[in-house]
């Protein structure tokens, strides 16, 4: 495949890894693209605090959490500590309500990370949640 392929040896050493993770844009955007803010999280110890450093900071009171390797947000969870924050999920298939305090956030971790890290292979992103933001597609549709 390699001679009808120039990119061949770039995949075939795992080059997708790089190009296809939530976890290494965030990185990459961390050196100044606009995006929201949001951590790179390897741990359970890391997630539970970045999400209640971004919950205290975040306009909405809500955060998203991202697998690295899912597409269109099918592994995406929505935050949220008010209700009324449950109308819109663009790009989070799953919402949870978080119980008041650092607590409600510790226990969603604990029950949740497993699933959001596939069992601890990969990073985490948790971002700030912009209420009303479009999704953006690779082919640039909606």
């Given at each position: 495949?390699a001679?009808?392929f120039?990119g061949a040896?770039?995949f075939?050493?795992?080059?997708?890894?790089?190009?296809?993770?939530k976890?290494?844009f965030?990185a990459?955007?961390?050196?100044?693209?606009p995006?929201?803010?949001?951590?790179?999280?390897?741990?359970l110890?890391?997630a539970?605090?970045?999400t209640?450093?971004l919950?205290?900071g975040?306009?909405?009171g809500a955060?998203?959490v991202?697998q690295?390797?899912n597409?269109?947000?099918?592994?995406?969870?929505?935050?949220?500590?008010?209700?009324?924050?449950a109308?819109?999920r663009v790009g989070?298939?799953?919402l949870?309500h978080l119980?008041?305090g650092?607590?409600g956030?510790?226990?969603?971790?604990a029950e949740?990370?497993?699933?959001?890290s596939?069992?601890g292979?990969?990073?985490?992103?948790?971002?700030?949640?912009?209420p009303g933001?479009d999704a953006?597609h690779?082919r640039?549709q909606?």
């Amino acid at each position: 495949m390699a001679d009808r392929f120039p990119g061949a040896a770039f995949f075939g050493q795992g080059g997708g890894e790089i190009g296809n993770s939530k976890a290494n844009f965030q990185a990459l955007a961390a050196a100044g693209a606009p995006i929201l803010p949001g951590r790179v999280c390897r741990s359970l110890s890391e997630a539970t605090e970045a999400t209640g450093e971004l919950l205290k900071g975040s306009p909405s009171g809500a955060v998203v959490v991202k697998q690295a390797h899912n597409g269109a947000g099918v592994g995406n969870q929505l935050l949220v500590r008010a209700p009324e924050m449950a109308v819109d999920r663009v790009g989070a298939r799953h919402l949870h309500h978080l119980a008041p305090g650092v607590d409600g956030v510790a226990a969603y971790r604990a029950e949740r990370w497993p699933c959001a890290s596939g069992e601890g292979r990969w990073p985490v992103v948790i971002e700030e949640f912009a209420p009303g933001a479009d999704a953006v597609h690779p082919r640039g549709q909606p």
